[in-house]
């Protein structure tokens, strides 16, 4: 495979950048621009060991480097790589990869490193997706699933379900390929308690996607209510940020906003909405429209009512075009005389604070907690933060419920192998040992460059 460099810092002005090389051409790319004081030709560096080092263009001095040579397979891409430490800013990085592109490497595509690495069996694809996740976590918590993710505590998982079914695909096959010789038929009975425990298993990692997607990706939140209930308030107190504009003019917020917020180990993006009433405002007329759509989009309604006052015409639309959806209705303003109560809002989750003072502000943190449903997993169990890792998961299930189904209605198992199969190939994909091509770039394309 070609030599690949790129810069892994980041274009930011900085002490120190690192530029990334990897393939099997490093030792003889690097031997050509490196230069030792003491005139050590490059061959004869060990790996593994820093070396300061002069870096040069054809003769010109381009900058004073520290350089890493990993020798393959023992590095991260599985090929011989080699870390140049320069110093940061805009310039030096960009020559140092300048001069590493004229002597031959090639600019390495986004997430190319790491693809490179899974390629090389260093890592399967749902450890090379959380290396991405680990890049991009907007939370501790998120990061610290990444990082177990990293460790390979999903892969392990999905891994043993995959083994286990390979074996039990295996006995049923020996029993049907070698029926003529006298083999028993593989035990339906056995067959199907041992699907009924694997889906146990697949159950309870399709159930941490809830949290999992909450901590890693977010809750899609929408705060509506009529002008002027402090919708806007409410963001800035969720978020601690003057975020949204507040006036006591109705109809102040036009468009949406939107902000992530933590909320314990979970995240809301959350999306501040123009009041929705009937207007003959033109702009403001199209702010209701897109207040109707985040309403739409959202996976949780913040349905917000001022206590003080009683039940609008708005306020009943408000209430009409989030029934039945996972919504918490906030009576804000209770800091004035109340009006509204939660008897209003029958068979709702209520709560109520005030967005200007802060008053109950965690009780509507510990509502929303509870509507979401996700319970934390315990300490080191895997769990599911991404999309399509749970679309497989899910694929796999069925197939197993179906090959239970299959065995319960008295069919011969070769039924159920067929089903078993397409199972263990569902749990593949998962680590990419059966993933398309065209699945694999989409996936590596959304990396940065010089990872
Ligand atoms: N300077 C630097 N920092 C980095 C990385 C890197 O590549 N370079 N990483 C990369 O993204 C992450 C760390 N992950 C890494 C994973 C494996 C290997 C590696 O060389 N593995 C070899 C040797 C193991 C050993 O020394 O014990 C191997 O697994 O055989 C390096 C970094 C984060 N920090
Ligand atoms: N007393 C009191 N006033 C509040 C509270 N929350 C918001 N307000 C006031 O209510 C008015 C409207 O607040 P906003 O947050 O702009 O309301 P909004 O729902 O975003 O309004 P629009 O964007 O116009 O739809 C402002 O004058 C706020 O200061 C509260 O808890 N108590
Ligand atoms: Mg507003």
């Given amino acids: 495979m070609s030599t690949i460099a790129a810069i892994s810092t980041g274009y930011q002005t900085a002490a120190i950048a690192v530029v990334r090389v990897s393939g099997e051409g490093t030792r003889a790319l690097l031997g050509q621009v490196l230069r030792r004081a003491d005139g050590a030709p490059f061959s004869t560096w060990p790996p593994r060991r820093a070396r300061l080092a ?70 399967d694809l749902a450890q090379s997706e959380a290396v991405m996740d680990l890049i991009g976590a907007k939370s501790r918590r998120a990061a610290e699933l990444a990082l177990t993710q990293v460790g390979g505590a999903l892969s392990g ?52 996607y809830a949290y999992g997607r909450a901590v890693a990706e977010g809750i899609p939140t929408a705060i509506v209510g009529r002008p002027n209930v402090g919708k806007s308030s409410l963001m800035n107190a969720l978020s601690g940020c003057e975020r949204s504009i507040v006036t006591e003019v109705a109809g102040t917020t036009r468009d949406v906003l939107d902000e992530t917020v933590r909320l314990g180990d979970l995240l809301l993006r959350l999306y501040d909405t123009a009041g929705i009433r009937e207007t003959d405002d033109a702009v403001e007329r199209i702010g209701v429209e897109r207040a109707r759509r985040a309403l739409e989009g959202a996976e949780l309604v913040l349905a917000v009512f001022d206590r003080g006052e009683p039940l609008a015409a708005d306020d009943r639309t408000v209430l009409e075009l989030s029934r039945g959806r996972a919504r ?124």
């Fill in 54 to 123: 002069r870096l040069v263009d054809g003769g010109r001095p381009v900058d004073d480097v520290v350089c890493t040579l990993f020798e393959g397979p023992a590095s991260y891409t599985g090929e011989d790589m080699a870390e140049i430490s320069c110093h940061g800013g805009l310039v030096v990085v960009g020559e140092v990869l300048d001069c590493l592109l004229r002597h031959g490497a090639s600019p390495a595509a986004p997430g190319e490193f790491t693809k490179r690495a899974f390629l090389n069996g260093r890592l």
């Fill in 157 to 208: 998982e999905i891994e043993a379900l995959r083994r286990e079914l390979v074996d039990l695909d295996a006995e049923i096959m020996v029993g049907i390929d070698y029926a003529h010789e006298g083999m028993e038929p593989a035990d339906a009975g056995v067959v199907s308690a041992a699907v009924e425990r694997l889906r146990a298993h697949t159950a309870r990692l399709l159930r941490s």
């Fill in 328 to 451: 918490i209705v906030v009576l804000n303003k209770s800091d004035r005389p109340p009006v509204l109560s939660a008897a209003d809002f029958p068979g709702d989750t209520v709560v109520c604070l005030s967005a200007a003072t802060g008053e109950g502000i965690s009780q509507l943190e510990q509502a929303v907690q509870a509507q979401l449903l996700c319970d934390p997993p315990d300490a080191g169990e895997a769990v599911l933060t991404s999309a399509r890792h749970r679309e497989a998961l899910r694929r796999a299930d069925e197939r197993l419920a179906a090959a239970y189904d299959a065995l319960a209605q008295g069919m011969p198992p070769d039924v159920a192998e067929i089903d078993i199969r397409e199972a263990i190939e569902a749990l593949g994909e998962i680590l990419g040992r059966t993933a398309s091509e065209d699945v694999i770039g989409r996936i590596f394309e959304r990396f940065c460059v010089g990872k």
